[in-house]
């Protein structure tokens, strides 16, 4: 029971640190990275797509999008994600066991931020110092609905080249919509 309540605590507190990164990394810079922004004629920069996702949390909070769940990518690593809406993040890592507070830990951890559209996914991502890589950039990724996949098409940045090519749902049936009740608390006795 005692290795379970730290698992669950490890978890929480990598999850709270991904919010707490993205939340940051949102604030007073809706503008995407220079890496994923074209340039008019001019040589100024083009604002492109924004890729904020940081507002789309207060939409309706509760909302749980069709890309919401566990995924596993081609690399190894497992992707925790959240759909609101048309906005997206990620916290992704290989960290077998998260030691508390202790960073540089062997495998990555990252977190992304970003839009869909249609069947197109447009994300911001960047390595966080619990894992022993640092690096970042832009992803686009395409959704195969039929395969339940997300595939990358494109990556943007010179940052070191992201692991995943692939990402497949784990346990799809896991997933909150698929038991929507569940997420709803205990029924009233």
């Known amino acids: 029971m005692r290795t379970r309540n730290v698992i ?10 991904a919010v707490l990164v993205l939340t940051v990394a949102g ?15 001019s040589g100024a920069p083009d604002s492109g ?14 909302d749980v ?24 993040w990620w916290f992704g890592t290989d960290v077998d066991d998260i030691q508390r507070g202790q960073i540089d830990q062997a495998g990555f951890a990252n977190v992304a931020s970003g839009r869909v559209d249609g069947d197109r996914i447009e994300v ?10 640092l690096g970042g950039g832009g ?15 494109e990556q943007r940045g010179d940052w070191l080249p992201f692991g995943a090519t692939t990402f497949t749902r784990i346990e799809p049936e896991a997933s909150p919509l698929a038991n929507p009740s569940e997420s709803a608390g205990p029924e009233p006795s």
């Open 8 to 17: 669950r605590l490890q978890r929480t507190t990598a999850i709270a640190l």
């Open 124 to 133: 911001e991502w960047a390595d966080l110092p619990l894992g022993d890589t």
């Open 27 to 41: 604030c007073g810079n809706d503008a995407p990275s220079t890496a994923a922004t074209d340039h008019t004629a």
């Open 65 to 88: 999008g069709e890309l919401s769940g566990a995924w596993l990518g081609s690399e190894g690593g497992v992707y925790y994600i959240r759909q609101v809406g048309d906005c997206l």
């Open 139 to 153: 992803l686009t990724l395409v959704y195969d609905a039929e395969k339940d996949q997300l595939t990358k098409i």
């Open 49 to 62: 797509a924004d890729l904020s996702a940081i507002a789309c949390a207060t939409d309706d909070p509760t």
